[in-house]
């Protein structure tokens, strides 16, 4: 059975629930909702599992902090003989808007900690779509911002993205990679 790894990205714990930084895990728990399954605390992360027509799919939340994501990740794609072809790495990303997102065969890490992490780990080649949380901070404020909680009318915003992002994963699993890309592009653009 072909399986799959989707990984949302964002920091354990309370205290950031609901922060930027944590998009990738709000993706997660949007897919999980939807297809109607939980996440169990495993090693490394939560864990949910799902089949999307006879394809295994692993929901992975790291619980290792961004910083150290690429330990997560690469556990998971060990412990399940998982293909790095199918991995899908769900990040926040200053570089595009909020609302706005781009899904990529592989590439650079942009100066993202949790990618750069996974990166070193495993190299560039895996898929990733990265969610756009916009950079409105000033001069030095990068960390305040990225560690700050969305509000009611950020969340208006970015809801249609998470929402898209479901339906991403599965056009991932059921499609590839190339096909997902070209149609699901052209919809990130803010």
């Not at 609901?18 to 728990?29: A, P, Q, W």
């Not at 790291?62 to 690429?70: A, I």
């Not at 779509?129 to 916009?134: A, E, P, S, T, V």
Request: glycine share 12%.
């Amino acid at each position: 059975m072909d399986k799959y790894l989707i990984c949302g990205l964002g920091n354990p714990g309370d205290e950031y629930a609901g922060t930027r930084h944590n998009t990738g895990f709000m993706v997660l728990d949007a897919f999980a909702k939807a297809s109607n399954i939980h996440f169990e605390d495993k090693r490394y992360g939560f864990v949910a599992e799902t089949s999307i027509k006879g394809r295994k799919v692993f929901l992975l939340k790291p619980t290792t902090f961004m910083n150290l994501s690429g330990n997560a990740v690469r556990y998971w794609l060990n412990q399940e003989k998982i293909d790095q072809k199918r991995l899908l790495v769900i990040s926040d990303e200053l570089a595009l808007p909020l609302g706005a997102f781009r899904l990529k065969a592989n590439g650079s890490n942009g100066g993202h900690n949790g990618l750069g992490h996974i990166q070193q780990l495993i190299g560039q080649n895996y898929a990733r779509l990265r969610m756009g949380i916009g950079n409105e901070y000033p001069r030095g404020g990068q960390v305040d911002w990225v560690l700050g909680k969305y509000t009611e009318e950020d969340m208006k915003e970015l809801q249609p993205a998470i929402d898209l992002g479901v339906d991403i994963i599965k056009s991932f699993v059921l499609q590839g990679i190339d096909i997902t890309m070209n149609q699901y592009n052209k919809l990130g653009k803010k």
